[in-house]
């Protein structure tokens, strides 16, 4: 079936490295979502892709969306400890089906 | 509203006893999702309606589980005769279309 596969699973960076993760689908999506999640809260949405090849940036953020559609990126410049949570992709296949990432859990060490 | 808002926050069940989750979307949001989150695993799909038209149900994992929201707001989540890997954190979103979902806090059920 469709399935969104998120690497890596956990991410330990030292604060002000730089973190990346990335998503992949076997099938074209119609768009991508990324959503974060702090420890004991629930995800909380942080943008969506739709475009073909599309970029978009919020401050030390980086979204990338493939341009085939398969596949999506989240880039974090010089990490914070306010970065730390699991950090989900979330593919739509029909607008309607959503197929969430299994996370990459962010550790950073101040 | 403010928010998606879930309740009860916590529920505690005998296995084999029915239960009912509810969730108020936020006003106006057309669609509404259901997801299922394990611990540490990212949230699975359970259902997903369009105002009170719920357009797949694919991800309900057994006719145990059964979804239901008849005036296209509040929407309720049963599980009837529940088991314990009914356990998790079940999550309410709702959203309008291309603009993402917003995530309610859930609902940790616990089947004993």
């Known amino acids: 079936g469709q399935q969104v596969m998120q690497i890596p699973q956990y991410q330990h960076v030292q604060e002000g490295e730089d973190f990346t993760t990335y998503c992949n689908s076997s099938?074209?999506?119609?768009?991508i979502q990324w959503y974060k999640q702090r420890p004991g809260g629930h995800p909380v949405f942080l943008i969506q892709l739709v475009k073909s090849g599309e970029v978009k940036k919020q401050k030390r953020l980086t979204f990338q969306f493939g341009e085939a559609k398969k596949n999506s990126s989240l880039h974090i410049t010089a990490t914070q400890t306010t970065d730390v949570g699991t950090y989900f992709c979330a593919g739509a296949y029909n607008n309607n089906d959503m197929r969430f990432g299994a996370g990459t859990r962010l550790t950073v060490k101040p | 509203g403010a928010g998606v808002s879930q309740s009860p926050r916590y529920k505690v069940a005998k296995r084999g006893q029915d239960v009912a989750l509810r969730c108020d979307p936020i006003s106006g949001h057309v669609s509404l999702f259901w997801y299922q989150q394990a611990l540490g695993q990212g949230p699975e799909f359970l259902t997903y309606?369009?105002?009170?038209?719920?357009?797949?149900k694919s991800g309900l994992p057994s006719d145990r589980f059964f979804a239901e929201r008849p005036e296209g707001s509040v929407s309720t989540l049963k599980i009837q005769r529940t088991q314990q890997e009914d356990s998790a954190v079940y999550l309410c979103a709702s959203g309008r279309p291309l603009k993402g979902q917003f995530f309610g806090p859930g609902t940790r059920l616990t089947v004993l």
């Open positions: 309606f369009q105002n009170e038209a719920q357009l797949d």
């Open positions: 099938t074209t999506l119609s768009n």
